[in-house]
């Protein structure tokens, strides 16, 4: 079976408007936002808000969502254990492409999904200059995340209708160095606009909001 590793006799084909001309275009830096942490912490939420608040200071962002991504490149995986490990797969290679490309294009890319393995975090963070990758942790307690389970899920891996399900019985592998941690403040949950504002004020203070 032939991979894209085994391709031969290809070449990058270069463009006269290049990454610097698109960002000088939209007075902005491509990067890659990509917020992780348990299903029900918040990751979802904190996207939207963070577009919003991009969007109202004439800043140009796309979401990826995990559950929006099961409607297209994932669209044909269920919950089973082994439909749950290819979508982690592509969440950790193929995704990270997509949101390498939007980077490329001059957008703030927000990717928000689970991606529970370190590893594959980790190699998305490599198909990118390392400042260009902005690890986000949604660090909220298993309990919490839980109690909120809008999507009914947690019962269902509770009940054993799924198998394999992050939190439950299967690892959430903590980030070990990322940019920007988000918890509970003496046990209460940050409002969304606040949430918003600590991301957006890192992407100022690295300069991704403008174009010296």
């Known amino acids: 079976m032939s991979t894209i590793s085994n391709s031969t006799n290809i070449f990058w084909q270069e463009c006269p408007v290049g990454k610097a001309e698109r960002q000088k275009l939209l007075n902005q830096k491509g990067c890659v936002v990509w ?58 290679f193929i995704v990270g492409e997509i949101a390498k490309l939007f980077a490329d294009a001059g957008l703030i890319c927000i990717a928000s999904l689970i991606s529970p393995y370190r590893k594959d975090r980790d190699a998305c963070r490599a198909m990118l200059p390392d400042a260009n990758f902005i690890e986000v942790f949604m660090n909220m307690p298993l309990e919490l995340c839980e109690s909120r389970d809008a999507k009914g899920l947690y019962k269902l891996a509770r009940a054993g209708k799924i198998r394999g399900f992050t939190g439950i019985d299967d690892p959430y592998e903590q980030p070990l160095n990322c940019e920007i941690e988000i918890q509970q403040n003496n046990g209460v949950c940050p409002l969304p606009a606040a949430l918003a504002g600590q991301v957006v004020t890192y992407l100022e203070e690295k300069g991704f909001l403008q174009v010296e």
Do not use: M, Q, W
């Open 35 to 92: 917020i992780t942490g348990l299903s029900g912490s918040g990751k979802s939420t904190l996207a939207c808000s963070l577009s919003r608040e991009l969007h109202s200071r004439g800043k140009l962002s796309y979401i990826l969502d995990g559950d929006n991504l099961r409607h297209g490149i994932n669209k044909d995986l269920g919950f089973k254990p082994e439909d749950r490990t290819e979508n982690i797969r592509r969440v950790g």
